[in-house]
């Protein structure tokens, strides 16, 4: 009778429950950050990399599963390709910015000490969560901010070119690891490079607001996807494939100037969560199977 009730409780419980979604983040260069976690300062204890503490901004980041997003407001930004709502694709990002694919958000927002005008921001991906660290003081020297020294092997960088409409520029990897962490230090771009005129449509993007605000946004599925295989579009043999997103990143972001920050993040809220219909389909499928279990114990036992 005990697992009888049990299963009428379960079937009631998933009727009752409240499904919790995705963020939905707001995606229009750093205009507001509605959807966006802080992660501090760049001249915070714990956040503070290395450089020069006096280029002052805040970070932010956010995780999400695309869903026929677009970017209002009208910021500068989205690359060669893409369009009135920033997400266009093409050879380099087939497949990118689909329902559902995880997404992973950067922002900046500059509160003294410089602009973003002309910038080329740096976003270090440390894929396993040990390669850089913060200072243990602000405007310490003993952080590990730097990709040539501290990256490993699948580790890779992205740059957006601040310059040319906030496109993005490059894309390399660590075919080994970095001078300071065993090295030999071995760096692999797909193709092109920042100030080499030629620019790419990506899977990422980055949308910007004046010279103070700018969100960069990341499809992590179609990054591994197409990124993630040796000598992606017969461009680069030596290009051996970035590594796979886990749970988490680590991220050493260039964010003004020669200013460097460090900060984790979380990549489980992306994850696609089931549809509340769905979820309710299946409840009641359990109701009458509890319900009839419940009978054919009361009639084993003459109730």
Avoid: C
Avoid at 28 to 40: A, D, H, I, P, V
Avoid at 188 to 209: E, L, N, T
């Amino acid at each position: 009778m005990k697992h009888q009730i049990a299963i009428l409780a379960l079937a009631a419980s998933a009727l009752t429950a409240t499904w919790v979604t995705s963020a939905q983040p707001d995606l229009n260069g750093g205009s507001s950050w509605n959807g966006w976690t802080s992660k501090g300062t760049s001249d915070q204890l714990g956040v503070y990399g290395s450089g020069l503490a006096s280029a002052r901004y805040e970070v932010y980041a956010t995780t999400f599963a695309f869903d026929n997003h677009s970017v209002s407001g009208g910021p500068v930004g989205g690359g060669p390709t893409g369009g009135a709502s920033g997400f266009g694709t093409g050879a380099f990002s087939t497949g990118a910015f689909a329902n559902g694919n995880r997404m992973l958000g950067i922002g900046v927002r500059v509160i003294g000490g410089g602009s973003l005008f002309g910038f080329t921001p740096t976003v270090r991906f440390d894929l396993d969560n040990d390669s850089y660290l913060a200072a243990s003081s602000v405007g310490g020297s003993d952080g590990q901010t730097s990709f040539t020294s501290w990256s490993e092997t699948g580790d890779f960088t992205v740059q957006f070119e601040g310059a040319n409409s906030w496109r993005g520029g490059t894309l390399t990897m660590q075919t080994g690891n970095g001078i300071l962490n065993g090295g030999p230090n071995v760096q692999q771009s797909i193709v092109g490079g920042v100030g080499s005129g030629v620019s790419y449509d990506w899977a990422f993007r980055a949308f910007a607001q004046g010279v103070s605000t700018v969100q960069m946004i990341f499809d992590l599925n179609a990054m591994d996807a197409l990124y993630g295989a040796a000598n992606p579009f017969g461009v680069n043999a030596n290009f051996t494939g970035i590594g796979d997103f886990g749970s988490s990143v680590r991220i050493s972001l260039n964010g003004l100037g020669n200013n460097n920050v460090v900060f984790s993040q979380s990549l489980e809220s992306a994850a696609e969560v089931p549809e509340a219909t769905t979820v309710v389909a299946g409840a009641f499928l359990l109701v009458p199977l509890g319900v009839s279990a419940w009978r054919r114990m009361r009639k084993v036992h003459g109730v």
